[in-house]
């Protein structure tokens, strides 16, 4: 069954390093997202991305954070600056398409900690 | 502000029984409503799609009321695989979704 993989799956920064988490969505899916979850607290949406620009971010989704599809397979996201509130687990997400019905599905996420 | 509202619980409960736990969000414009489960420290997964009419999908059953802007599940027979937590997410009018904050089930053997 396809899935969507992400790497790595725990990423250990120092505060103000760049970090890149990287995230393979299923082959045929369009719409990817990005979403994050802080130890104990809700999911949170961050972005999504179709047709190779952002659809929605939220507004955690400030200047320090951007994505890419630098390839036909892998999506990255990319932090600038990385702040020790930046400490979460960061989940990649995928659909074939943008609407009511359609399943997104997660990747196993990675786990960010920020020392 | 947009907003999904869950009890957080712990929901303690022996197996075999039935549980429900329900869920309120705030915008009336949501679009569509689901139930995923996440398991400790594991991506959430799609448990099932909440339909205006209700739906049953073996031993769970969604139900949505849009007029009180509520939903529900109800797990039936619960098995000791049912212990996670259960996240009540609703799809907004920009395709975003709001996530609850989870309730969390533990089924006692």
């Known amino acids: 069954e396809p899935e969507v993989t992400q790497t790595p799956s725990h990423q250990v920064t120092q505060m103000g390093q760049e970090v890149i988490l990287r995230c393979v969505p299923i082959?045929?899916?369009?719409?990817f997202y990005w979403y994050r979850q802080i130890l104990g607290q809700k999911v949170e949406f961050l972005v999504s991305?179709?047709?190779?620009?952002?659809?929605?971010k939220s507004e955690i989704f400030d200047d320090q954070f951007s994505v890419e599809r630098p390839d036909g397979s892998n999506f990255t996201l990319k932090i600038r600056s990385t702040k020790l509130e930046d400490s979460a687990m960061y989940f990649c997400?995928?659909?074939?398409?943008?609407?009511?019905?359609?399943?997104?599905?997660f990747g196993p996420g990675t786990r960010l900690t920020v020392l | 502000r947009k907003e999904v509202e869950q009890d957080p619980g712990p929901f303690n409960v022996p197996e075999g029984a039935t549980v429900a736990f329900n869920c309120t969000y705030s915008?009336?414009?949501?679009?569509?409503f689901f139930w995923y489960r996440q398991d400790c420290r594991k991506e959430p997964k799609l448990l099932m799609s909440?339909?205006?009419?209700?739906n049953e999908d073996g031993r769970f059953t969604a139900q949505l009321n849009r007029a009180s802007q509520y939903i529900s599940l109800l797990i039936r027979d619960s098995k000791l695989s049912d212990s996670a937590t259960y996240l009540c997410?609703?799809?907004?009018?920009?395709?975003?979704?709001?996530w609850g904050a989870g309730t969390k089930l533990i089924i006692k053997p």
């Open positions: 991305f179709y047709n190779n620009e952002i659809s929605e």
């Open positions: 082959s045929n899916h369009l719409y």
């Open positions: 997400a995928s659909s074939e398409e943008l609407g009511a019905k359609d399943e997104q599905f």
């Open positions: 909440v339909y205006s009419s209700g």
């Open positions: 997410v609703v799809l907004d009018s920009n395709y975003q979704l709001i």
């Open positions: 915008n009336s414009a949501s679009q569509s």
